[in-house]
């Protein structure tokens, strides 16, 4: 049984006497109030909609299960940047229930409708848990575990057989999308490699990364003029990317380089591409107010329960990137902070700060639901990211760590590193551990002869070894 998008929305619709949430975006504890609000709204939608035949930890129709994922990334940041636990026990169960029964993030209940990208948002969130000492179960593997479970899973699905490698959008072959090789599996994928990088210093993750950024660019899905298009037909060599733009894409690939320039203690390869992906996401900012907005279908009013999250998505991905990069602060920060106020203008409907979707009107605009609350929590906590050094890793002694894995103290995160754990099922197995060296890039006509000789560098060396060009 699944509610339907009417009554999910008439449950936040009560009425619309509430104030605007009080936010001054210069004051911590004004933003933590502010996403405290936020939090409790999307964990009260939560215990009153969910559905148990769905199984522990989602979210009914009209939202699919990638977004069940990304909420629970969402508040273990939220967790991480406030101090508040009283969620984590739920957090914690609901990130489990998903697992499966290979630990891959591919539950019964998922399998045969799940992509890529869909599989990857879950993984980040496991990626999260580890990063930031979320407790886990000792029943279960630990959160870095499952996050390399995924990769090496999603790493055996590498195709070189189509455009030359890339991630399909889809994983079985009856889903439609299969012959689509898109943005976001493959942005997050390479996003789960830097930050695995990051985190275990093995060198295995940052020569995938690597060589994932350079086969998006030989494809022209990151384009000559830094634009993320959405993906590219594998039927055509995937040689006419679609130029469609979404923010979570462009995001994505920003939150992984900036790890990547951290990584390669500011190799300037990494720099560059940071700079110009930056430069590349004006598009989703409204120019006399820097508020983020999505541009493909905010202003014409077609934005579906997906997209309505995926600003959010990106308003993370700016403050990870002004973290990791923190050149770009200057840039991020007043895109945040405009965003933040006008998301907290925008969260005054019913009876508890119920956020809508439009963040340039001042006002709630009645459009309602699990994505704009989920939204606006990331855009409010994304004014707490502050500084480089809150990465914890008990297998990497000499990464950057805080003073305690998580804001409490806690030090329960059972966030040991085992970089061969396998994959499971459909296009998984062990990985061979090493980047793709027997695939060639994509060039954009699709004609084998045309190949990039910068690109065939590019790919050698990430297969070589990231440090060649750190």
């Excluded at 339907?4 to 933003?31: E, F, H």
């Excluded at 000559?224 to 594998?234: E, H, L, S």
Aim: charged fraction near 15%; aromatic fraction near 10%.
């Amino acid at each position: 049984m699944h509610f339907s998008t009417v009554a999910l929305a008439s449950s936040l619709l009560i009425s619309q006497s509430a104030r605007a949430i009080q936010l001054d975006a210069n004051d911590a504890a004004s933003v933590q109030s502010a996403a405290k609000t936020v939090a409790g709204n999307i964990m009260d939608l939560y215990r009153t909609k969910h559905d148990p035949d769905d199984g522990d930890g989602v979210f009914p129709s009209p939202y699919y299960w990638w977004e069940s994922g990304a909420v629970w990334d969402a508040m273990i940041n939220y967790y991480y940047l406030t101090g508040d636990s009283q969620y984590n026990g739920q957090v914690t169960q609901n990130l489990l229930a998903q697992v499966g029964s290979n630990e891959n993030y591919m539950p019964p209940n998922q399998t045969k409708s799940e992509g890529n990208d869909d599989q990857a948002f879950w993984a980040l969130a496991a990626m999260s848990a580890a990063e930031y000492g979320l407790p886990n179960s000792t029943s279960h593997n630990a959160w870095v575990e499952l996050a390399q479970t995924v990769f090496n899973t999603q790493a055996d699905r590498w195709d070189a057989d189509t455009c030359f490698g890339g991630l399909r959008w889809q994983v079985f072959t009856f889903n439609n999308g299969y012959n689509y090789k898109n943005s976001l599996s493959n942005g997050m994928f390479f996003q789960l490699a830097a930050r695995l990088g990051q985190y275990t210093g093995n060198n295995r993750y940052a020569g995938w990364a690597e060589s994932v950024f350079s086969w998006m660019q030989s494809t022209e899905l990151i384009s000559p003029d830094w634009a993320v298009w959405d993906g590219a037909d594998v039927t055509e060599d995937c040689s006419s990317p679609n130029h469609m733009q979404w923010s979570a894409n462009a995001g994505a690939l920003l939150y992984g380089s900036a790890v990547m320039y951290n990584l390669t203690n500011g190799n300037s390869t990494w720099k560059d591409r940071v700079q110009n992906l930056l430069k590349g996401t004006s598009v989703f900012t409204i120019t006399n107010s820097s508020t983020i907005y999505e541009v493909a279908c905010e202003s014409v009013g077609t934005c579906d329960a997906d997209q309505i999250a995926f600003k959010g998505l990106f308003a993370r991905d700016l403050a990870q990137t002004a973290k990791w990069a923190p050149f770009t602060e200057n840039t991020i920060t007043p895109i945040l902070k405009a965003s933040a106020n006008g998301a907290a203008a925008a969260c005054s409907g019913g009876s508890s700060n119920d956020c809508g979707l439009d963040w340039t009107k001042g006002k709630y605009d009645g459009k309602t639901g699990l994505s704009q609350e989920l939204a606006a929590l990331h855009v409010f906590q994304a004014n707490l990211v502050k500084g480089s050094g809150d990465i914890d890793s008990s297998t990497n002694p000499t990464a950057a760590k805080p003073a305690a894995s998580g804001p409490t103290g806690s030090s329960s995160s059972n966030s040991t590193s085992n970089p061969s754990s396998p994959g499971s099922g459909t296009g998984s197995g062990t990985s061979s551990g090493a980047p793709p060296s027997g695939s060639s890039p994509a060039p954009g006509a699709g004609s084998v002869l045309s190949i990039k000789m910068s690109t065939l560098v590019g790919l050698l060396l990430g297969v070589i070894g990231w440090h060649v060009v750190s």
